[in-house]
């Protein structure tokens, strides 16, 4: 048989790594393709399409990278294991562009820990919010004018509805029409779309270096301790608001159900796993929190999830160009998925409130 090797030999040679590793496919994100090499290395190969500055995240990365890695030190921690390390080419630069043009980057892996897409109980959600929050945490004094905004407005709501409409009016794959229902559904909340974006507009809520995709998926737990040890994809990693990360770990992990389960009666929004969330991400990072970053982080789960409907929405009129997808309705499963989430957090926004008002040891301002 005459198959595609994984990766060219080019690649595995500018890393200094040996051809007759093994290489294995780690499955999981819906962006980058990611590789396994010897079991030790993880090789990425960045999708230009979505990031059009490979360059930009690979100076974050190393920029962030080496920051956490004193402050890891510093407390005692082992920045082997707690913290992404980036090995450098041959040449001494974190990326290699090979003969046809793809980037690479090429990680140390962190042995003896895995990563979930849906948590196995709250302990472990209470796990990743710790981790959360600590990366926060580690990060507030990092110069976050130094860091390059990988994707212009990535969590700018306001901005995504715009390219849902841009996506409708144009509706290349003629699929407008099977979703009137959904559209009907992210138009009408246009305008509690843009609540955060407008605190932050009128200075009523703090810029801070946030991970921006911190889905359950971007903790790596260890298999012994079964305690979360690294927070992992730092390609978005730029300044936003805190209620961006508590948020979307909350649609990712307070759901009980996968991000494109289709049986939606099986979505349900668990305020156990929501709890266990903010208890473990204001542990680490609550103290540092403002008021109104406190009373806004229930909204943020909401606009992190209406805004990833949106996206895949927007995604599934435009022809699946942005999110991989594994069969042609997947970005519309997705997204119905997610407005199904939306919904029900509409229904608990009050008690999620309080949750998060006695996760943070403070008596509800509004009791
Ligand atoms: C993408 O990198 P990955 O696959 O974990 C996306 C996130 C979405 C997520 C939905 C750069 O994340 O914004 O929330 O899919 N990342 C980018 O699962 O667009
Ligand atoms: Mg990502």
């Known amino acids: 048989m005459n198959s595609k090797p994984l990766i060219s030999g080019q690649v595995l040679e500018a890393f200094g790594l040996a051809p007759s590793l093994d290489v294995r496919v780690m499955t999981g994100g819906h962006i980058n393709d990611t590789l396994l090499v010897g079991g030790v290395y993880v090789l990425q190969k960045i999708n230009h399409f979505v990031f059009p500055h490979p360059e930009h995240i690979m100076e974050n ?17 082992n920045p082997e294991r707690e913290n992404l390390k980036v090995m450098l080419t041959k040449e001494g630069q974190a990326l290699f562009i090979d003969q046809e043009g793809g980037y690479w980057r090429c990680t140390m892996n962190i042995p003896q820990a895995t990563s979930f897409e849906t948590p196995d109980s709250p302990a472990m959600l209470q796990e990743a919010g710790r981790a959360f929050g600590d990366f926060q945490a580690m990060l507030s004094h990092y110069p976050a004018g130094s860091l390059h905004e990988i994707i212009p407005d990535f969590h700018n709501t306001p901005a995504r509805i715009q390219q849902l409409k841009d996506a409708a009016a144009a509706n290349p794959k003629d699929r407008l029409g099977e979703v009137q229902a959904e559209m009907e559904f992210a138009l009408a909340r246009q305008e509690h779309g843009a609540l955060l974006m407008n605190l932050l507009k009128d200075g009523k809520l703090p810029l801070r270096v946030t991970h921006n995709d911190t889905k ?26 805190t209620a961006f990360d508590f948020g979307d770990s909350i649609r990712a992990g307070a759901s009980t159900a996968a991000e494109d389960e289709t049986d939606l009666g099986k979505v349900k929004f668990d305020l156990e796993l929501f709890k266990a969330y903010a208890q473990g991400f204001l542990s680490a990072a609550g103290g540092a929190l403002t008021e109104t970053e406190l009373e806004t982080l229930p909204d943020g789960a909401w606009t992190m999830t209406y805004e990833v409907g949106i996206r895949f929405l927007a995604d599934y009129l435009n022809g699946d160009v942005y999110f991989r997808t594994a069969y042609p309705q997947h970005n519309l499963d997705r997204a119905r998925n997610q407005f199904c989430l939306v919904r029900q957090m509409e229904e608990r926004r009050e008690e999620m409130g309080r949750i998060v008002w006695k996760a943070a040891g403070k008596a509800d301002k509004r009791s």
Do not use: H, W, Y
């Open 61 to 77: 990365m190393l920029g962030v990278t080496r920051f956490l890695e004193q402050k890891i030190v510093e407390r005692g921690g």
């Open 216 to 241: 359950m998926s971007n903790v790596l737990f260890d298999d012994n301790t079964r305690k979360a040890v690294c927070v992992i994809d730092l390609d978005t990693v730029m300044p936003g608001l």
